[in-house]
């Protein structure tokens, strides 16, 4: 194998980014060097490439960014011990310390000393990368390397909805992204028994109503759906999800909450806003839970269980596929505010 | 309306019962009274008419036996607050008293003072009964007086499952009575990602399949399912529900359980049996929960959630119909060792 | 017994109130007719004394006010059931309809139809009160008539560190007044680790130090003290108990909570605020529980082994007691911004 | 440094041991080599010494037995990352794969794999011992050595206790080794209202009242125990803490508990034995807890938290000192019908 490799490197700071040839990283002794078999774009991914105000601040270049990928492990370092030459896995991009307080009491992916791949160090769009055995999940054979590589942001909504404990109740999943569509799916899966989903853009509520959302509203052209759903719901859905993070999102997810419901954040606003703590929390009794990454490795078992089971099926949430080679063309879609997307996966040639 | 009605009453301290004309109750000021629209037959009401060992210790003769039903309601008593003239309602069973502990700390159904409607005061087989204003559960109209009427025992099932979180595990139920058949369904539509089904009639695994089970076994014929259940799930099943009780089960149940795994019990044997709670709940730090009853009201509203929006359909469990006049021969079939049944549904004339 | 009593009413859309002559009321069918022992006073009585926005918005005059008490029981409504004559009782606030799905699910305290005694109807600051028997909690004969008066106030904190989990947690409660009193006494009767209180007023910090605080901070005098918490604890404190509620609270609170942390909030913004979403919660994984009123009765049972046994010694932060004819008296002082206070309690003559 | 230490050494099949000089252990990569400071005697390790059913079974011999210790790191291993020459130990003694689904599911106490120091591998009872890394414990430098050593076990305490949730609640705590004093103690600082201690020993009752128990039962002569504790708690404690094991205690446990309580399982019985699962756990809506070990490592920040704050005193259950030299002596006394002790530390010369 050549000592060269095609990858999508943040060479300046500034928006875009070039697919040049680079050198092929070295594992370190606790690492696993794989070959990347499919890669997905995540909205990490167009932050860094369009470089906004949050990416100039984190970012340093030169780098290769991208966290979502399927790969084959091709050379395994020194330390390694349960990884294998041949181990077809996807990554979890979380990177603990695995000594803090919060690596040793099982909340490694909120480590205080967390890295991110493909933010804090090089990450997987490209064809091979160094990941730390820590965050290498072995996938069974059968899975399609499209699946495989979206399960870290399945994974997101997977927790997102575990902890919301949706089961036989009535909900609102707010956004319409790739995450929202994918919190849909599981959603349905483990037993929502209504799902309302309010979102902006046609395609994407379409998207997610393919995912099992039950009633879809355009929160730009329906009016008093807050009104509808309390009436629908006798006083508010049990649940909220909120997928989308910003001060409509919120406000709007609290307002259709009822007393004692349950919101789950996972979106993340640009910056502060002006919030109602009294009404929305403490007068309601409500209980609201930050959710970011996933358990390690608790969400991927789970993910696992409803993926082989067949009890959801995310293939309506991947609007397109690229080879790696367009991947400037698949950035400029991704981050496109006039032609829309949902999750877009780039394969390796020649498995296109 | 005439003051005599027909109805089931246990008259002699032997096995049996009679189809008779009795008084109609008149209700007490915080009971109303109902007509009976359909009722269904319990196991508890199969000991009372076959007046096994634990009936003649706990049951008064003469009595009207019988829980499951739904009914209109006919008449209010003068302290009765939110339950109106014509509402059609199903019967919680369980009376609580209102004032213990159990009552004023969130669970009414394992009050220190409770009763139990058709076993410590006179039941529903008949065609009309008075109910207490707090057992009162209003059905949408739109419900089928079939599903209505078991919803009862479908409560026993669901709250089994609510308690022993099963989304996105491999779990196992056993037993194949009503009971497990309704546990298959509500499991399935809450998100078990795999079901094992142990039990031992081919016409009742055959309902507990169609309910939702994965993978029917029957215990008196295959051999090795307890190797094969840990074998396939990598250590054993994450939940187990049992629906059976006795010896066998319960042994079965805790050795294909995982370490951290939970054994959800609702199943009662008949006599203590010998049981190793080291190796099956201290070493595997397994965690045990008992369930009696359903939640009074968290159990009935998460089952009208599951209900309304069609997750879970029930009438494959029904096996039997019969006119109420039929009540005899319905409870001679519920108790036969030959011919099989399953959830056996009476419906008052000229309902059928 | 006479026809009349004195009571606290608000007269007049402004600030104060007259203690004046008023008819004796008569309680409903579902209500007992109590003769006040002692009461005290709350925040909210201080709002509606002082007329401020809230209080021009939801108080209707005449009215008497006042909710916090203890009380003999003189008279019983036709239907009452469980409450006796001669029963010494504490009131629980919050007038639950007993029928929603609230109510319905164990969760009363936060009814959909919640009316608030002393607040919504006639309160306490009387010498006879009628007390739906729904809200009647008796107490044992043992229990000194001021402790028994502050049981309300007394099982916001209760339930507040109930949910927040605290043993063996470093945690930190926010505010100085009463019910953060109260808070740093169950916290530390229940086995908080360490508990840093932040507090303004040194009068009240020094109460609070004295019902359990391990460390005192002013934060209007002390510097850097996010940094010394954070630097103390190695990441932050585990729980934050916000009794204030303001928007430099909720800050600091966020600020000083390590990931994954516990943020409980019981205080009261008097507007809405500039809030970070995104860090305080979701990346952190935070978990924010709204806390109003009091488990009905699961808190006041808490309550009640606490005090049974000795483990709480609410009496520091009782700073001052005055007969009931003192009314104006005490409430000027309590609203006073020149002279510190702590709970003050009022007592029925002769037991001053 | 000489190659050879003293040891204990369990050279034959038979009851007994031999202190005798061995080679100190080579540390492997992923382990460290320690100095012992202080051991401490385990039921385990009376077992073992006694030669009992299980040891026969389970120990292969020569092996150095001993698992609970504290110690000074001498040696680290080539790929250990976190522990420092010097560091204060105290080691874990469950020994975890780290990779198979309870290690990555924030279990690895529970691990499939799972081996166990001083009874799987050599353990400490030596003046050296080879730990892994991922068991060492750091301790604060001040923490005194025979705390240190005893930490193991109280955190076996601990973690039973905070799965309990004890806090304002009637308890009670079965068996009166050293176990169940530590765990009056935890409780007692935990927050439980009210300890019910039953015992058969006047020595070891004693000790656990000096730890926290408000009341002592001693089994064997205080006759209506059981009853007495339904009155005096009103229908039964709220928890039990079984740390005995035997069918007595487990039915007396069971007898106590009041409907919907937690039954925590500790102890071990040397045997299966008859148990009323209907009454006991199915009727009563009782939750079961198996406890094994300790949480990795959420338990040991929690009784670090205790301990730094001076919550828990452990010293009125550390009965007897010895020298290291003592051993034999030690064990013998540790196994005595004859004459009582609690927890046995041995000191090494020249500390003691």
């Not at 509520?205 to 009633?215: E, K, N, V």
Request: overall charge neutral.
């Amino acid at each position: 194998m050549s000592d060269k490799m095609l990858a999508a490197l943040k060479t300046k700071r500034a928006a875009g980014a070039e697919l040049i040839e680079v050198n092929i990283p070295q594992p370190k002794p606790d690492e696993v060097l794989v070959k990347i078999k499919a890669c997905s774009i995540c909205g990490t991914d167009k932050h860094i490439y369009t470089w906004d105000k949050w990416s100039q601040s984190r970012i340093k270049t030169p780098m290769i960014f991208g966290h979502e990928c399927c790969a084959e492990v091709v050379e395994v370092g020194s330390h390694v011990k349960n990884v294998k030459m041949g181990d077809y896995i996807s990554a979890e991009t979380h990177i603990p310390c695995q000594y803090c307080y919060q690596c040793r009491t099982g909340n490694m992916h909120l480590c205080q000393n967390l890295s991110i791949l493909g933010v804090d160090i090089n990450g997987i769009f490209a064809e091979y990368a160094a990941i730390p055995e820590i965050c290498c999940w072995k996938n069974d054979s059968s899975l399609p390397i499209d699946v495989a590589s979206i399960q870290e942001p399945l994974g997101n909504a997977t927790y997102t909805v575990m902890e919301s404990r949706v089961q036989a109740k009535k909900i609102a999943i707010i956004g319409d992204g790739p995450i929202a569509a994918f919190a849909c799916g599981i959603s349905r899966a483990v037993g929502a028994a209504k799902i309302y989903n309010l979102g902006m853009m046609p395609f994407n509520l379409d998207i997610c109503r393919r995912m099992g959302a039950d009633i879809s509203i355009n929160v730009t052209t329906e009016k008093k759906y807050v009104e509808r759903i309390i009436d629908e719901t006798d006083g508010g859905v049990d649940v909220v999800l909120d997928m989308a993070g910003n001060k409509n999102a919120v406000t709007d997810g609290f307002n259709i909450l009822r007393r004692m419901g349950t919101f789950t954040a996972f979106g993340i606003a640009s910056e502060p806003f002006e919030f109602d703590m009294a009404n929305n929390v403490v007068f309601k009794g409500a209980n609201v839970i930050g959710i970011s990454g996933r358990k390690m490795f608790e969400t991927w078992y789970q993910l696992k269980n409803l993926l082989d089971t067949g009890k959801v099926d995310v293939k309506p949430a991947i609007s397109h596929r690229f080879p790696f080679t367009d991947f400037i063309k698949a950035m400029d879609l991704a981050t496109s505010t006039a032609v829309p997307s949902a999750k877009i996966v780039l394969l390796m040639s020649p498995e296109i």
